[in-house]
């Protein structure tokens, strides 16, 4: 009995995590349009949206302008609050060192991650500073929720690029 309902309480807990990387994607689409990497973020208090963000650092021209900074930084606002204590993040792509940091100075609790980035995510790939044990707040996490359409979203983004490299770079030898 105990164990079914463990079950059902996880299987919720997937569909909604779902939902909101869905959520997610559809920030990842606003920075793909400006040509930005695809990558989307949704923060949630109690069951309720409170912040969207998505990449902007060419746009911006800002270094800081990551699709998790950009949410913290309005859900701080609408909390009046630089503490997110009870959110959760959701970001399609696993968050780099500079957006780990800030989870956890944030106080979120909790992080849902999309896709791994195996070259500089640091919620697990190559660290997880999310829950370094030292640290005076560590952050649950979940990894892989619609990993494949995450993942698709950023495949076809980079391929994009390097075949419109190649074009360019095949057009600039026909000029000379």
Same mark, same amino acid.
């Given at each position: 009995?105990?164990?079914?309902?463990?079950?059902?309480?996880?299987?919720?807990?997937?569909?909604?995590?779902?939902?909101?990387?869905?959520?997610?994607?559809?920030?990842?689409?606003?920075?793909?349009?400006?040509?930005?990497? =695809?990558?989307?973020?949704?923060?949630?208090?109690?069951?309720?949206?409170?912040?969207?963000?998505?990449?902007?650092? @060419?746009?911006?021209?800002?270094?800081?302008?990551?699709?998790?900074?950009?949410?913290?930084?309005?859900?701080?606002?609408?909390?009046?609050?630089?503490?997110?204590?009870?959110?959760?993040?959701?970001?399609?792509?696993? =968050?780099?060192?500079?957006?780990?940091?800030?989870?956890?100075?944030?106080?979120?609790?909790?992080?849902?991650?999309?896709?791994? @980035? =195996?070259?500089a995510g640091?919620?697990?790939?190559?660290? @997880?500073?999310?829950?370094?044990?030292?640290? @005076?707040?560590?952050?649950?996490?979940?990894?892989?929720?619609l990993e494949?359409?995450?993942?698709?979203?950023?495949?076809?983004?980079?391929?994009?690029?390097?075949?419109?490299?190649?074009?360019?770079?095949?057009?600039?030898?026909?000029?000379?």
């Amino acid at each position: 009995m105990r164990q079914k309902q463990e079950e059902e309480r996880a299987a919720e807990q997937k569909k909604t995590d779902e939902h909101y990387m869905r959520l997610a994607l559809q920030q990842a689409r606003r920075a793909q349009a400006l040509g930005e990497v =695809p990558i989307g973020c949704v923060i949630v208090k109690e069951g309720e949206v409170i912040a969207r963000g998505y990449n902007r650092r @060419n746009t911006d021209h800002n270094t800081l302008s990551h699709a998790e900074l950009n949410a913290i930084r309005k859900a701080s606002r609408k909390l009046q609050d630089w503490r997110l204590e009870g959110c959760t993040i959701y970001i399609t792509l696993e =968050p780099c060192q500079m957006c780990s940091g800030a989870i956890v100075q944030s106080r979120i609790d909790r992080c849902v991650v999309g896709a791994m @980035n =195996p070259k500089a995510g640091c919620a697990g790939s190559v660290m @997880n500073l999310l829950q370094v044990k030292g640290f @005076n707040h560590q952050v649950d996490l979940t990894t892989g929720i619609l990993e494949e359409a995450c993942s698709q979203m950023l495949s076809e983004f980079f391929r994009k690029l390097r075949q419109e490299k190649q074009e360019k770079a095949a057009g600039n030898l026909l000029r000379q």
